[in-house]
């Protein structure tokens, strides 16, 4: 071979590559960032938007609903009107890169500008002149443009557009249109968003969007409780942001990847961007009930703790200040023992709870720092006896400087009016509730936590992950409330797609943002969802309990029938496939009461607890060598057993429990080793309204009782009636008042709604502090609240002779169901703030519905008693119990 053939052959090696590179370089971002003014928002370019179907997933999530890409889907449908050929519209359109600009016109809304290639003159003449019978198409001039204007036959404006350079530039704002042409005339140097992305290559991508960090603002607006913390989050984010749908699944998950962009200048980020994240190990300290999981978390401790404290003291903090000045230099404690791992969990909003917040610090030597934490308890809460308590074991002191994480862990960290902290190693643990406090213990010590959540138990997990921080989203927590949301709704996501992941990595002075959808694990064949099936008939031709029982393992979601016979043996039915009864154990007479199944021992399993009209008892059973124990107490009185209530905020167990006898005198069982104890022992009380309910602070557990004619005590552990208690609310009530968490102030105080509907908040001094008249649009309207059979949740309900209306805690209706027999019985079911039902026993016949008001499966169901309804999670299904013609059946509906 001749050595000139040889040196073509190596000039051709090493230019061909180069040149493919230079192409690839050159070619930059497909977004027309020549035309877009420089105020955008968000730039998107995709190939896909305009196209019939865009899915992704198994679960065919369709991505034009999206967040963001939901309003250039929107926009394209403008295009409509220029045309009533929709297949010319289609082949226009089809294989395009379109553009779309976000610009802002409010806090939380943009106009939008799409750039259509168009390729041409045929294309070019009959968008000059488009027909349509819908239209008026009129013209103007703009610095020597020519802006066709859209109206309809009323001559009401639709949209403009212009042809510039073989692009279709439309916008429903003919302003945004004269700003093309301004940023195109003028030269205007290029904005920031295009500076830092017009190079970018996203040839290998569909879908593709740029946005400031601001955009974010539109999801989740700060005025939520959500919000305030995801905003602080938001800046952890670079300020300018790429996102690029990855073509193919990776784990039948949806990615969207960054090619990375400048780090952020924020405290936080300068504390994780030296070292690689860490894979999280602790599902088992994160409650099921989590809603928004916000973790920070790197492998280099010495250098993480290293830039904490140099960030830290140059921190300028009231609630530092304040906490130097009880313990001094102490203080230090708090700082030098803290690990790399900080975790804030905000919890799913009930009709009591409405801001839970959890954080978790790794930290250790708890031991020394606890008596620091006792005196800063002491000498920051000015009253006596609150700030230090135990429950289940577990210290618990609370601390009474405002914002007091913010000022250790900086303003990520804000939503803490008052701070209550244990240690549940190796974290720290804080609170800005008891309650909330006590129900994490709760749920941690019956480990109801990710690590028995088939949705959750492996998040994080993934070794190759270098990410530093996290955000895990629960779909169907963040917007289930049925009340309506700030929000807006996205049922595509939210019906498919279990959680969002955002999580960003740093490398340096780079980041590198990503998002993560996952999809539900399991889904269902449209001939089985929502169907109605009747798992088992089990005979039974005499129930002699009042009410049938129905009981679940809160750890497997395993459910069982509890039945006794005419000798009182306790018998058993958990096969729920050949209805087998098994004896447990034999009783002093049939069940009179509800029965519930929890940890009442405190020893790591479930006990079977209910009453016959004259004991109470606890059914254990060994789990291994399925040994029973039973332990029963009878009631001093003597008098027949009426009602049980389970209550939390037991000391030695996760619950106790409240006894009422047919003398309306109440008992408290607090543990198996307790005698039950008379709790009224001054106060008579007549027509108690059930349940009673527990209200739980820091060295306070008190009962709120009420009466039919209106009177509403709040009781003492020792019985006796708080001052200012009770209150007279001059009105008849047919339910009782429970407590609430007031949003604005962050206290607890009473609620409860009169028969006739004066809804009324009473401070926990026996003050009322307000009243509203809910709407009653008949004069045979009766209001009453009706809880969960444990007590967990409770709505307002308004009724009348033929019709039910359900209620948000303010009465805000949220549906009504007509054509109701007289005398319906209406339960409530909660199973969490994603999964709550009610049911109305009309007739013979019971219907279930969640809480839009659609009905679940596709038929009623014959009952002649009250229905009893257990949830699988795992599966997505409703099990419901019910009696009718002899026999107790099973049913079972499959929701997602």
């Not at 198409?137 to 403009?160: A, E, G, M, W, Y």
């Not at 009224?680 to 739980?696: C, E, G, T």
């Amino acid at each position: 071979m001749s050595k000139k053939r040889i040196i073509a052959i190596l000039l051709a090696a090493l230019l061909v590559p180069a040149g493919y590179f230079l192409f690839k370089w050159s070619r930059g971002s497909s977004a027309a960032w020549k035309y877009i003014p420089s105020n955008a928002v968000v730039v998107i370019t995709s190939e896909h938007l305009q196209d019939s179907a865009y899915t992704a997933l198994e679960a065919n999530l369709d991505l034009k609903r999206l967040p963001l890409l939901d309003i250039a889907s929107d926009n394209l449908s403008l295009l409509n009107l220029l045309s009533p050929d929709q297949k010319k519209l289609q082949a226009f359109l089809k294989g395009k890169d379109i553009s779309y600009s976000y610009h802002p016109r409010t806090s939380t809304e943009w106009g939008v500008v799409m750039y259509i290639p168009v390729e041409g003159d045929k294309d070019s003449k009959w968008l000059a002149s488009p027909h349509h019978n819908a239209i008026r198409v009129l013209h103007h001039t703009f610095q020597d443009h020519k802006i066709t204007d859209i109206n309809d036959t009323r001559s009401q404006p639709l949209f403009s557009y212009i042809i510039k350079d073989n692009y279709l530039i439309v916008s429903y704002y003919g302003e945004l249109i004269e700003d093309v042409i301004r940023a195109t005339s003028l030269h205007i140097p290029t904005f920031d968003l295009q500076s830092k992305f017009e190079k970018s290559d996203d040839s290998n991508y569909g879908t593709s969007l740029y946005l400031k960090n601001e955009a974010w603002k539109s999801i989740i607006p700060s005025s939520t409780t959500q919000g305030s913390n995801f905003a602080e989050f938001a800046q952890a984010f670079p300020g300018y942001q790429d996102y690029h749908a990855e073509s193919e699944e990776a784990g039948n998950k949806l990615k969207f990847v960054s090619n990375g962009t400048d780090s952020p200048d924020y405290y936080i980020t300068n504390w994780l961007k030296n070292s690689s994240g860490s894979v999280f190990k602790g599902h088992k300290h994160i409650s099921q009930q989590t809603s928004y999981f916000y973790r920070f978390a790197v492998q280099d401790k010495p250098d993480f703790q290293k830039q904490f404290l140099k960030w830290h003291k140059k921190l300028k903090s009231e609630a530092w200040e304040k906490l130097v000045y009880h313990i001094g230099k102490e203080s230090t404690l708090l700082l030098e023992n803290l690990g790399s791992e900080l975790i804030l969990c905000q919890l799913e909003e009930n009709n009591s709870i409405s801001d839970g917040k959890i954080l978790l610090a790794e930290f250790s030597n708890y031991d020394k720092l606890r008596p620091v934490l006792k005196k800063l308890a002491r000498l920051s809460t000015p009253e006596s006896n609150v700030s230090t308590d135990q429950f289940q074991g577990y210290d618990i002191y609370s601390i009474a400087i405002p914002e007091f994480p913010t000022g250790i862990y900086g303003p990520m960290f804000s939503g803490f009016p008052r701070t209550y902290v244990t240690y549940v190693a190796p974290y720290l643990v804080m609170s800005n509730n008891s309650q909330v406090l006590q129900n994490y213990i709760v749920d941690y010590e019956n480990q109801l936590t990710w690590k028995q959540s088939p949705e959750y138990d492996s998040v994080l997990t993934n070794a190759k992950s270098k990410a530093q921080l996290s955000l895990v989203v629960n779909l169907r927590k963040a917007q289930s409330r049925g009340e309506g949301s700030y929000t807006k709704s996205y049922s595509d996501l939210t019906a498919k797609i279990e959680s969002v992941v955002l999580q960003c990595r740093y490398d340096g002075s780079n980041a590198y943002p990503e998002i993560t959808l996952s999809p539900k694990k399991r889904q269902t064949a449209n001939k089985v969802l929502n169907r109605t099936f009747l798992n088992i008939d089990i005979e039974w031709p005499v129930l002699y309990d009042t009410e049938l029982t129905a009981l679940q393992n809160p750890i497997d979601g395993s459910s069982e029938v509890l039945l006794t016979d005419k000798e009182n043996n306790l018998l058993r039915v958990n096969n729920l496939k050949t209805g087998k009864t098994e004896t447990i154990t034999r009783l002093n007479g049939p069940i009179v009461t509800s029965a519930y199944k929890v940890d009442f021992l405190n020893i790591g399993r479930q006990q079977r607890i209910f009453a016959t009209s004259t004991s109470v008892y606890a059914i254990d059973e060994d789990d291994s060598t399925h040994v029973i124990s039973s332990f029963s107490k009878t009631i001093p009185s003597g008098s027949p057993i009426t009602a049980l209530y389970m209550i939390d905020g037991g000391e030695d167990g996760s619950n106790r429990f409240v006894v009422n006898d047919a003398q309306g005198e109440l008992y408290i069982w607090e543990s198996v080793t307790k005698d039950i104890r008379k709790l009224n022992r001054i106060n008579h009380f007549d027509n108690i309204q059930s349940p009673v309910v527990a209200l739980n602070q820091i060295g306070n557990r008190n009962y709120i009782v009420t009466q039919k004619n209106g009177k509403i005590f709040l009781l003492k552990t020792t019985g006796a009636v708080k001052e200012g208690f009770p209150v007279d609310i001059l009105a008849r009530t047919e339910s009782p008042f429970t407590w609430t968490q007031n949003a604005a102030t962050g206290q607890l105080e009473l609620v409860g709604v009169s028969v006739y509907g004066a809804l009324t908040r009473i401070s926990l001094d026996g003050k009322i502090t307000s009243q509203t008249q809910l709407l009653r649009p008949e004069p045979a309207c009766q209001f009453r609240t009706v809880f969960d059979r444990n007590s967990l949740d409770w709505i307002l309900v308004r009724t009348s002779t033929n019709k039910a209306a359900f209620l948000t805690k303010d009465g805000k209706e949220l549906f009504e169901i007509k054509n109701l027999l007289p005398n319906s019985i209406i339960q409530y079911h909660f199973f969490g703030v994603d999964n709550r039902f009610i049911t109305i026993r009309s007739g013979n016949y019971t219907t279930i519905f969640d809480m839009t008001g659609k009905r679940l499966g596709d038929k009623p169901i014959p009952s002649e008693l009250k229905v009893q309804l257990t949830y699988l999670p795992s599966y997505y299904k409703l099990l419901i119990f019910s009696r009718s013609e002899k026999k107790v059946q099973v049913w079972s509906i499959k929701l997602r």
